[in-house]
């Protein structure tokens, strides 16, 4: 009897441990209206005339989790009718079903945009027979490009995930952060230590990094001074708070990862993620959602006021779906104000659009599938 009840509490206690990074998606916090009482600058991109016909030599996918036309169109109706993302000249919609599931979940969806390839929800850069599948980030390495990923949720959570590991399922935090070790990506930006360094199997991933020449910080201002890679900043135990309580993580993760990644003069590959998003959606939550888009959008203008300078840099702005069933009923420009109404608390199978500005993004255009994200990526690093 006394070894039965143990067993039950530790089915009880990994069962938390595994679904605990995945409870925002319990939660209901519905609210519809929101005010924005603070808008932002946008960048004003040139002529993308001279950019046809070229290939990039760094690709920077920023990856809006759960954002749809509706989300969009929120901020930018919150931010007086303006945003970064808007001013990409080129734009189009990716389907986004997986391999089992008319709704994708994040994993899958993060393996489409990542591999090419569409598998099972749940399936992190694995195939529907859980054999591994080559993300564009491993590709980049192999040709001696530079890589970065920048996240305002957990570094292992599933889209970043699914760019870098291979698992059979997106709830295997620690197998994932191990995965980490098995390559040489040159910058990580974003939640997820206690994987590293709190781990069952004992293991501190972070001295084994430090073994391999990676330097740890806890913030970007604490590594403010140092622009060499590689390095991993991981800025709190599990995910990062919303914002603004986390500061401008998003907009500086990105410049911080673009300053490390450019002194490679083969180039670069780099994957930001705006996780939260999703979570105001799943709340059905209008603040939590326009404010995290609004973050967003600031870390597009950083990677287009790059791309803008140097012309040799392909911004790609998309999603892995949308969350919510967002629809909006009322708004203000001039207010900033938006009313909204939702359909569900979880991902709805809708397309979502895809933007771009640089070398090669005139082939981001029309109807796509997510799988066609990677495929074209692929084709214009020349791999």
């Keep these: 009897m006394k ?4 067993s039950l509490l530790l089915f009880f206690f990994i069962a938390i441990g595994a679904t605990g990074q995945e409870d925002y998606k319990d939660k209901r916090n519905l609210k519809e209206t929101f005010v924005n009482k603070q808008k932002h600058e946008v960048v004003k991109t040139p002529e993308v005339s001279s950019h046809q016909g070229k290939k990039p030599k ?3 996918l920023m990856i809006g989790d759960g954002m749809g036309t509706a989300q969009i169109f929120a901020a930018y109706t919150a931010n007086g009718g303006r945003l970064n993302i808007t001013n990409m000249p080129y734009s189009g919609f990716i389907t986004t079903q997986s391999s089992d599931n008319y709704i994708t979940d994040s994993a899958a969806g993060g393996t489409a945009l990542s ?4 598998t099972y929800n749940g399936a992190i850069a694995v195939d529907e027979n859980n054999e591994p599948l080559t993300t564009i980030l491993e590709y980049a390495e192999q040709n001696g490009l530079s890589t970065g990923m920048v996240s305002s949720s957990a570094i292992t959570h599933a889209t970043p995930a ?7 399922s997106r709830n295997n935090y620690e197998d994932i952060a191990a995965d980490f070790l098995k390559t040489d990506i040159d910058i990580f930006i974003g939640g ?4 590293f360094d709190e781990r069952q199997d004992n293991r501190n991933l972070l001295k084994e990094l430090e073994n391999k020449n990676y330097r740890i910080f806890n913030s970007i201002e604490e590594a403010s001074a140092v622009n060499e890679a590689p390095m991993a900043i991981l800025t709190a135990s599990k995910h990062n708070p919303r914002w603004p309580e986390r500061g401008e993580l998003i907009p500086e993760g990105t410049e911080k990862a673009i300053k490390v990644l450019g002194k490679n003069d083969k180039g670069y590959f780099l994957m930001v993620e705006g996780s939260q998003i999703d979570w105001g959606g799943h709340e059905n ?3 939590y959602i326009v404010e995290e888009t609004l973050d967003f959008d600031r870390a597009v203008g950083k990677a287009l006021e790059l791309a803008a300078s140097d012309g040799e840099t392909l911004v790609i702005v998309t999603a892995d779906h949308e969350t ?3 629809s909006i009923d009322n708004g203000d420009f001039k207010k900033g104000e938006i009313h909204a109404k939702y359909t569900t608390g979880g991902h709805t199978g809708i397309m979502v659009p895809v933007f771009a500005f640089g070398p090669g993004a005139e082939h981001f255009t029309g109807v796509m599938k997510n799988t066609d994200i990677f495929h074209k990526m692929y084709q214009l690093f020349g791999f």
């Design 115 to 118: 591999t090419g390839k569409r």
């Design 58 to 60: 760094n690709i920077i």
């Design 3 to 6: 070894s039965k009840m143990l």
């Design 324 to 326: 919510g069933g967002m």
């Design 192 to 195: 997820g230590k206690s994987f």
């Design 285 to 287: 939550n209008t603040a």
């Design 162 to 168: 699914s760019f870098i590991a291979h698992n059979e």
